[in-house]
């Protein structure tokens, strides 16, 4: 059994109980190599798995994802449950509240099994930049699962649940579903609340589920969306419609921004999306290339817009408040620099001083609104595009996932790695990652679909479509 589907379909029947699936995934779980988990919750999964089958024993009302093993990313809040965020900034913080989603998933149902390894805060894009420990690839041990939501794509790729939640700033969800062979989805900015998630960059950051299937993924989206009053940006729209998941998409329309073919892109990437191409259009889509001007400016609006929010969102690790106390510290500005130089890792320190000062007196006209007025430009492309098409589909990374520890030295070309994720942030559009193809050496090739804002549906029929067309499957190294 590896879908949610599946699992929900087994637990309906009688087939399996909730006690059982959660055993046998807390069984997988510690006898993990990949490192996906930071905190496993062992009594509290198994305690939500035994009132799942008294609920349904009794006949009793079941939530949509009732007694599903699931994990969520260790920046979205547990009330009781360590969350650490990644730092040692966070390290033992118990929240004394549920994030909004994880309050969500519970009144689906569903059993948390415990919280994933990401980049620090969410900064990076390989995990590696986790205070605590490296994650592995579940389909090849010596290369990356991609980041930041990289512990929860290893935790659903290495069959340890059947689904989990990342969090996706500039490709934090997508991007490790691609390195994973796996679905995953960013929601439009304000469809999913980020109340009780640990903030990085407020404007870009949304939650979003990894999943084995593009039906998952929406079963994920369905417990989780909707207006939320305790998140000031949560948006009052409507549900995401998913009747049409199965309708096809002949007539659709589908752009291929010519800018997102980039410099020293991955042979077998390209060919892979090439593919994903002709595949729609053999089942009745409309492709045309179309134009993004803007693109190529769009990293380095990213990474200024970024770290500005990130700069003042991480004011709050202040060691009095909570988090890291250093000892010792004799004065309160002694106390706030220990504590933060104590407890923050490099890549954050890099990220707090590239905002500051580009929100400084003197650099933030030349800086932030610059980058601002670009993001600007960037969200007309999309709107000019999506006068033409209804969908946009492109590579999700420029690359295969690479080798755990190559990148690591050279921050600058870790950030070159986003460059086809972070435009759908920067614009506040649904944008998910499906498998499409099959490398040499069976590495997953990610595409990536955009849509307009609010419309996941289409997003999610056109990846349908192309999922049941395309047929792939991937297994972890060891078998499941
Ligand atoms: N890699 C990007 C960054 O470091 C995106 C991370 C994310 O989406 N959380 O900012």
Redesign the pocket.
């Known amino acids: 059994m590896k879908t949610l589907l599946q699992a929900a379909a087994a637990l309906a029947s009688g087939a399996t109980t909730s006690q059982a699936l959660t055993a046998h995934c807390l069984t997988r779980a510690r006898a993990d190599e990949t490192s996906a988990f930071l905190t496993l919750d062992e009594a509290g999964a198994l305690a939500a798995a035994r009132a799942s089958d008294e609920r349904r024993a009794r006949g009793g009302a079941l939530g949509p994802l009732d007694g599903v093993p699931l994990s969520l990313k260790d920046n979205i809040l547990t009330e009781g449950v360590v969350t650490t965020a990644g730092s040692r900034m966070l390290e033992g913080f118990v929240p004394p509240y549920d994030a909004t989603v994880t309050a969500r998933l519970k009144a689906a149902g569903a059993v948390l099994l415990g919280k994933t390894n990401l980049?620090e805060f969410?900064?990076?894009?390989s995990t590696e930049g986790s205070a605590f420990q490296k994650t592995r690839n579940p389909l090849d041990p010596s290369r990356t699962p991609g980041?930041?939501s990289g512990g929860s794509a290893a935790s659903v790729a290495a069959r340890l649940c059947f689904g989990s939640l990342g969090?996706?700033?500039?490709?934090?969800v997508r991007q490790p579903a691609a390195f994973t062979g796996l679905v995953g989805l960013k929601p439009t900015w304000g469809r999913v609340s980020r109340a009780g998630v640990v903030a990085?960059a407020s404007s870009l950051d949304q939650v979003g589920p990894l999943a084995h299937t593009v039906e998952d993924a929406a079963a994920l989206l369905s417990a989780i969306e909707g207006y939320d009053a305790a998140d000031a940006t949560s948006a009052q729209h409507p549900r995401t419609d998913l009747s049409s998941l199965k309708a096809g998409v002949e007539g659709l329309r589908v752009g291929l921004p010519k800018e997102y073919l980039v410099e020293g892109m991955d042979g077998e990437v390209a060919a892979g999306v090439r593919a994903a191409a002709e595949t729609l259009k053999a089942r009745g889509a409309v492709v045309r290339e179309v134009s993004l001007p803007h693109t190529r400016f769009a990293l380095a609006a990213y990474y200024v817009i970024?770290p500005c929010e990130a700069s003042s969102n991480l004011g709050r690790y202040d060691g009095v408040r909570y988090g890291h106390r250093a000892q010792g510290a004799r004065t309160l500005s002694a106390l706030y620099e220990q504590s933060r130089a104590e407890g923050f890792g490099p890549e954050v320190k890099r990220r707090i001083m590239l905002g500051t000062f580009a929100l400084s007196a003197g650099y933030a006209d030349a800086y932030y609104r610059k980058a601002q007025q670009v993001r600007g430009l960037i969200r007309r492309d999309f709107d000019e595009a999506f006068a033409q098409v209804d969908v946009l589909l492109s590579a999700t990374s420029p690359v295969l996932p690479w080798r755990l520890g190559e990148k690591l030295s050279d921050p600058l070309a870790m950030y070159l790695m986003?460059v086809l994720t972070?435009s759908c942030n920067l614009a506040g559009l649904p944008g998910l990652s499906l498998p499409c193809g099959r490398a040499v050496g069976g590495l997953p090739v990610g595409a990536q679909l955009l849509g307009r804002p609010f419309d996941e549906a289409t997003v999610l029929r056109a990846a349908y479509a192309l999922e049941q067309a395309l047929g792939l499957d991937f297994a972890p190294v060891g078998g499941a």
């Open positions: 980049d969410g900064m990076g894009s980041g930041s969090t996706d700033t500039g490709g934090s990085y970024a986003d972070l």
